[in-house]
């Protein structure tokens, strides 16, 4: 599919603070539009339906992935993760810049998909530092804490397979470098080849080896 749209799918570890930095940015970045993922998880302090995501149960979720309604779907932390096909591929279509957060296994699943996609991944400083994190969030028990470090070493195995890779040391830092990512692959060839099409006709920039 050659959509006029960017497609930027963002991965991390639980605690390394890739929903943060997402925030931040859609709120620098008005051309950008974030895709709500389903899940069968329950909602977490303020979270709202339909903002951060779309909580629904399993059987409707097990339902969804029969209908083929999801460009990609996973199992994390015990609870169903799923990314609507039909969302993604209309915002893009109509030449929006979508960023999705997802997990690792759905960021490779995007990818094969969508081979224009660009993969982000937040790393953390450290394990110490995720595990205080996590802790400072006050949002799990002890025991889902552990589960989510036993799973952490396994998901930061996978930023090799990532476009590009970002250490969430200091705040300010890791934002700038996702800004930069999103503008860099804004003015790339062929993005703008896709964004810009009357432009490169009109200059005779859309033939092969033009």
């Known amino acids: 599919m050659d959509y006029p749209g960017n497609l930027f799918v963002v991965a991390a570890p639980s605690g390394a603070g890739k929903s943060s930095l997402v925030k931040a940015l859609l709120e620098l970045d008005s051309h950008l539009v974030v895709s709500v993922s389903h899940t069968t998880r329950a909602p977490r302090g303020q979270e709202v339906d339909g903002r951060e995501y779309w909580f629904v149960d399993e059987p409707r979720f097990r339902r969804m ?14 609870h169903l993760y799923g990314t609507s096909r039909g969302a993604i591929e209309a915002r893009v279509a109509d030449g929006h810049d979508v960023v999705l957060e997802i997990d690792w296994q759905g960021a490779l699943q995007i990818k094969r998909l969508f081979p224009n996609a660009v993969l982000v991944f937040i790393l953390p400083p450290s394990y110490e530092e995720l595990l205080q994190r996590l802790k400072r969030r006050g949002e799990d028990g ?9 799973n952490a070493r396994i998901e930061v195995a996978q930023a090799r397979h990532f476009d590009y890779v970002i250490v969430n040391s200091l705040f300010e830092s890791a934002l700038f470098d996702l800004k930069t990512i999103v503008h860099s692959q804004r003015l790339k060839f062929e993005a703008v080849r896709r964004s810009k099409g009357p432009v490169f006709r009109a200059l005779g920039l859309d033939a092969p080896g033009a």
Do not use: S
């Open 65 to 78: 992935i029969e209908d083929g309604e999801f460009v990609e779907w996973a199992e994390v932390h015990g």
């Open 142 to 150: 002890p025991e889902v804490i552990e589960r989510r470090m036993a």
